[in-house]
């Protein structure tokens, strides 16, 4: 069982740059493509960014294209969201999944429907004009 955690989330003013990190509890994460959430006040959950197993393909939200880094680091089982230039508008908590099926789900980039499974608690992100 994929136990997931993210950390790093906190109150920022816009502008500034934030790092939020996702740790996996065994070491079949690094069989997982991964993803990044977010999930602001009244409104669905969207898909931010996502990485593949090796971390060799990335994918991101036009909403954060250029100012979110996605990574990973499968030898210490955690991936990250370099997130720079920080809006008010990227105020959400901020959650982090594994995908664990393709041709169906509710999130679709690089040409596919996913599924996510195996979601964190997250990490509250407050940005202040």
């Known amino acids: 069982q994929l136990h997931l955690v993210e950390s790093g989330g906190r109150l920022v003013q816009a502008g500034d740059s934030l790092r939020l990190s996702c740790a996996a509890s065994?070491?079949?994460?690094?069989?997982?493509?991964m993803g990044w959430f977010r999930q602001a006040p009244g409104r669905e959950r969207e898909f931010v960014a996502a990485?593949?197993?090796?971390?060799?393909?990335?994918y991101y939200a036009d909403s954060v294209k250029g100012r979110f880094a996605v990574s990973r680091d499968n030898a210490k089982y955690v991936m990250y969201l370099q997130m720079n230039t920080l809006k008010p508008e990227d105020t959400a908590v901020y959650f982090c999944?594994?995908?664990?099926?393709?041709?169906?789900?509710?999130?679709?980039?690089?040409?596919?429907?996913?599924?996510?499974?195996?979601w964190g608690q997250g990490t509250q992100v407050t940005v202040s004009s």
């Open positions: 999944a594994a995908e664990v099926a393709t041709h169906s789900g509710r999130y679709y980039y690089g040409g596919l429907y996913r599924t996510f499974d195996y």
């Open positions: 065994v070491d079949t994460f690094s069989a997982f493509a």
């Open positions: 990485i593949n197993w090796n971390g060799e393909r990335t």
